[in-house]
């Protein structure tokens, strides 16, 4: 990393939109279209995920020259299954409401291509403050990621967020967001948004760079 | 112990719960390879086989977990032989067949992390089927997989043809082909109990 030095904001920023892990990198979509269907099941669903990102991305981070690297993978998914089996057991004891509506899915946080892929690209290189660093932002990114999906699927599937309701009598709930078709159809609305505000961003710098190139000739 | 008769079994994974289209597990592979139909047809097979393999897997080591009454190390073992098998698979696929092999490539190791394994074989757990029925299981989940897959490859080769506004090209148009797919799936909703 001699070659490009990043602060350590750029680090956490990066998480949340230019390499947001949902809507750029489309990595772990899986938790992010299953248990979306409520906003607070999808805030339940990052916060534990993040957890175990920042926990598997620190002690990674720490192991790193202990790990051969031939059984890197392994010893990583041995590292992530140990923090998944932990956040599994808390939910349960916290609310097992909650622990019902997530169900297998949090176990399958340990097959996140999300936290496997953070492991390999950037923890096991970099040292513990900068990989938790990296590890909160995509983290958080995928966090807020997963919380807009689960609203826009809460308010129009249900018409209600939080559990609290938000039309009057007359409104016709669309039932098929809270229906698993209605992942991939929020998950593509918010797609569309993300990649419109990019291509006005590219368009802008552009202009602004045809319009430097004008000056300086 | 559960009483589920085979062929409910079956059509349950297959079709009514579709692991793709209801559950959303294997979504990765499943956009990743889905782009043409010879390769979403390997997948599919490697999907199923390995499917196949980690359901046995994991009923025998449930047997175990529950002798040593240590259900916590469910996750971990799973995990750990679900991604051995997958090496193994890597390993004989390369030997035998080393065409099939560059073809997928970069995909296999990517099975390790495919929810779709994993959480066939947790499903399995939880819902107390016997050998014979984690078998039925397993099958069923792999010609669902295969099934969802190859449709969904079918309609993005079609779809490559297609004038796609700019913003919609990618993986939007692909959600929402999967969208429309998964709604055509509910349709199935009336064939189980």
Known sequence: MALRQVSPTDEFIKGLWRDNPVFIQVLGMCPALAVSNTAINALAMGLATTFVLLMAGLSVSLLRNFIPREARIVSYICIIATFVTCVDYAIMAISIELHRALGAFIALIVVNCLILGRAEAFASKHKPGRAMLDALGMGVGFTVALFFIGVLREVLGSGTLFGVDLFPDGFQTWTVMVLPSGGFFAMAMWLLVVNWIRQREADAEKRANERAGEVAS | ?193
Do not use: H
Not at chain 2, 59 to 66: A, H, M, S
Not at chain 2, 151 to 171: C, I, S, Y
């Open chain 2, 1 to 193: 112990m559960n009483d589920q008769g085979y062929w409910s079994i079956f059509l349950n994974a297959a079709l009514i719960n579709n692991f793709v289209l209801a559950y959303f597990l294997g979504i990765c592979p499943f956009f990743g390879v889905s782009a043409k139909l010879e390769t979403a047809v390997r997948m599919s097979g490697a999907v199923g086989f390995v499917m196949l393999v980690a359901s046995v897997c994991a009923f025998g080591i449930n047997l175990v977990l529950e002798a040593i009454n240590a259900p916590y190390l469910r996750i971990i073992s799973y995990i750990l032989v679900i991604s051995s098998t997958v090496q193994l698979v890597e390993m004989l696929m390369r030997k035998l067949s080393p065409p099939t092999f560059r073809a997928l490539g970069i995909f296999l190791p990517l099975i390790t992390t495919n929810c779709a394994i994993l959480g066939l074989a947790l499903f399995q757990t939880n819902k107390g089927y016997g050998f014979t029925q984690a078998i039925v299981y397993a099958l069923g989940a792999g010609a669902g997989f295969a099934l969802a897959l190859v449709l969904m490859a079918g309609v993005r080769e079609k779809l490559d043809l297609a004038d796609v506004p700019e913003l919609f090209k990618g993986t939007a148009a692909a959600l929402v082909v999967a969208g429309i797919l998964s709604m055509g799936f509910m349709g199935f909703a009336g064939l189980g109990r």
